[in-house]
């Protein structure tokens, strides 16, 4: 069985903290995805990486940076956190063939205050 | 601008009838599309996919259909049951950008006994 982990489930942080949201698969996935999703919006890409040290930016990649050392663990950066970064983060990962399904975390609730 | 769009964000439906989720999407190098499930708490699981060079695909009770002239997608549950209250979310990808995923917005169906 796939198993994604994400470092918490719930996060709660001050306005202008760096957060770390850490995501680790245990498949050798070579691709990983972080989204972010928000009532009404469904599930928005923010970056993925098709191997390591590689990134590239999704949808909406403003305030947020990646980083890719290993294989299995994929972080999603917040610089400098604000109140409309407020929102359940997804961590995926799926395998290089084509059409693979995406292997989805439990998400982190994250609270910005 | 929304690319795939779910426009009903809630379904009720009774135990034992048929479910029907739309789902419509607007750039047509879509080529695959997918439909996720997310329980409260937990990240979203894969359901069932379809190619566009088919126009149905069926798993089960899940059947997705495929209207390319439409743009347009459904999934039926039949028969439905309390197990399937969830968030369902439509995706879809390009072959050009084979691992990347472009989601709707989710519709929440309701199971009622």
């Known amino acids: 069985d796939v198993k994604v982990t994400q470092s918490s489930r719930y996060l709660v942080k001050r306005t202008g903290e760096k957060v770390f949201l850490e995501c680790v698969q245990d498949?050798?996935?070579?691709?990983m995805f972080w989204y972010r999703q928000d009532p009404g919006l469904g599930l928005r890409l923010i970056y993925f990486?098709?191997?390591?040290?590689?990134?590239e930016k999704g949808d909406i990649p403003e305030g947020y940076s990646v980083s890719r050392e290993k294989k299995e663990r994929f972080s999603l950066i917040l610089e400098s956190a604000s109140t409309n970064q407020t929102s359940m983060y997804l961590c995926?990962?799926?395998?290089?063939?084509?059409?693979?399904?995406?292997?989805f975390g439990p998400g982190t609730r994250l609270l910005v205050l | 601008d929304q690319q795939v769009k779910q426009n009903s964000p809630s379904l009720s439906v009774q135990e034992g009838r048929i479910s029907i989720l739309n789902c419509d999407y607007t750039n047509s190098m879509f080529d695959y599309f997918l439909w996720y499930k997310k329980y409260p708490a937990e990240g979203p699981t894969f359901l069932i996919s379809i190619s566009s060079i088919k126009d149905k695909n069926e798993d089960g009770r899940f059947t997705v259909f495929l209207n390319k002239s439409a743009k347009h997608l459904s999934l039926h549950i039949v028969p439905s049951q309390p197990g399937d209250s969830a968030v369902y979310f439509c995706?879809?990808?390009?072959?050009?950008?084979?691992?990347?995923?472009?989601f709707g917005q989710g519709t929440r169906l309701t199971i009622n006994p």
């Open positions: 990486s098709y191997d390591v040290k590689m990134k």
């Open positions: 995926a990962s799926s395998g290089q063939v084509l059409r693979e399904t995406q292997y």
């Open positions: 498949m050798d996935h070579e691709n």
């Open positions: 995706a879809a990808s390009e072959i050009q950008g084979a691992q990347k995923l472009v």
